[in-house]
């Protein structure tokens, strides 16, 4: 049976090869890997190393809060962070503490909209079976979904085994789209709310969801040294409905610089070589690379 998600993979597939069979325009772009996609007739915009499989760092959350709202589990449950949650693989520290206990439908907000990677650690930990069986049904969603480039060792993308290629991610977006859920967490720039007495707020790691002139439906971003820095995001611009994928920028400015064209791209305006100053006030955050980087281009459709 042909689902909406195989018709637009199908679809988009099928625009890549015209898109490489003829020559296109060039714009300078500093993720290594990009892929634009017209949701409604899985047109390819823009495209850019699509095929490559890389490291996909936090985008992983995506898949995994998938497979956990698959299972159907109460999210009213309350999951006790544990010392198996922690970091063994990079030691990063940030991440709700041992011996916390949340909801799960709080850790499901944590995991997509801070990327904590503790709760999404627990998340897993805590769907039926345990976390092999979790990652059993990871497996199988990307299966389902199609996804022949993507492969899931663990829930959080800290481990470079989380692979996958733009063309993929893409489908990934296509699919977490329909979950409310997923929409609703990260397409807010916060969530504010009360941990017993003590009052919390949340904030999405995308910060451009939010912000005047941008209408982000859904969101995640990513980053490790292996996968560079990374955001998915489902966008409107000039009412037209995108799927975006951008893989591997040097910094977080890159990053921000290639979103804002891509926008600027689809509502018919030219590319601007530099984020304006009002967007780049914090100094750009290079990532450690064995090597020089330098800007390469992204082929228009």
Known sequence: MTTPITLLR????????????????????????????????????LEKN???????????????????????????ELITIETSDLDTLKNTRSGVPVGKSFSRGSLIERALLTSDNHAASSLARHYPGGLSAFLEAARL????????STTIVEPTGLSPENRSS?????????????????????????????DGAQAYTLRNTNHLVGKKGWEILLSKTGFTNEAGRCVAM?????????????L?????????????????????????PRLPQAMSSAP?????????RKKATVRIA
């Open 248 to 272: 591997d920028a040097a910094a977080s400015t890159g990053r921000t610089l290639d979103a804002l064209n891509v926008s600027r791209i689809v509502a018919g305006e030219t590319a601007l």
């Open 284 to 292: 750009a955050k290079r990532v450690a690379r064995a090597g020089a």
């Open 166 to 194: 733009a063309a993929d991610l893409v489908a990934v977006l296509a699919a977490a789209s329909a979950y409310p859920d997923i929409a609703r967490i990260t397409s807010q720039a916060q969530i504010r709310g009360r």
């Open 234 to 246: 489902r966008l409107r611009s000039a009412g037209r409905t995108v799927l975006v994928v951008l």
């Open 50 to 76: 699509s095929q490559d499989v890389a490291p996909m760092a936090s985008l992983t959350k995506l898949l995994t809060a998938m497979v956990v709202l698959d299972a159907r589990q109460s999210p009213e």
């Open 141 to 148: 969603k990307t299966e389902s979904l199609g996804l022949t």
């Open 10 to 45: 199908t679809l988009m597939l099928a625009t890549l090869t015209l898109v490489s069979q003829r020559a296109l325009a060039d714009v300078s772009f500093n993720s290594s890997r990009a892929l634009v996609v017209d949701e409604a007739t899985g047109q390819v915009l």
